[in-house]
């Protein structure tokens, strides 16, 4: 006797965006060095009729939230954890920028590795091209 198969948490949240009639959702990856240009994409995705989601913090700047090294680090390791369920909640990946890092690199790679669109603004940083 075989039994039917269950839907995969993907599957389901797919189903319940679709039942809730969301829009599409964007997640931005990228350098937090281009957290202006970041910001003129969620702009124009946004007018798009997209909800968008991306990078809420730069780390690059000073802030007391991340003024101690250690605590920098996870705090890091946290945001990184944090961006990549932002993939796995978002429809398609927008990468802002014309400079992919090991960061950026890795989430282009896992958002691929579920399935995932992935739009450039400068095409020709696309690692895969």
């Known amino acids: 006797m075989s039994y039917p198969r269950l839907p995969t948490p993907e599957e389901r949240l797919a189903d319940a965006k679709k039942l809730s009639s969301l829009p599409p959702i964007v997640v ?7 957290m202006t240009e970041m910001n003129e994409a969620d702009l124009r995705e946004t007018v798009g009729g997209k909800i968008v989601v991306k990078p809420g ?7 007391d939230l991340w003024s101690d090294p250690v605590e920098a680090e996870a705090l890091k390791v946290r945001l990184d954890d944090l961006h990549r369920a932002k993939i796995r909640l978002a429809d398609e990946v927008l990468v802002v920028g014309d400079y992919i890092g090991d960061s950026t690199r890795a989430e282009i790679t896992y ?3 579920l399935g995932k ?4 603004t400068h ?5 895969a091209a």
């Not at 931005?28 to 281009?34: H, K, L, V």
Request: glycine residues 4%; charged residues 25%; hydrophobic residues 25%.
């Open 111 to 113: 958002a691929r590795s």
């Open 123 to 127: 095409p020709d940083v696309d690692p």
């Open 117 to 120: 669109p992935v739009r450039f």
């Open 57 to 63: 913090c730069d780390m690059k700047s000073p802030h």
């Open 28 to 34: 931005i990856c990228g350098s937090t060095r281009f």
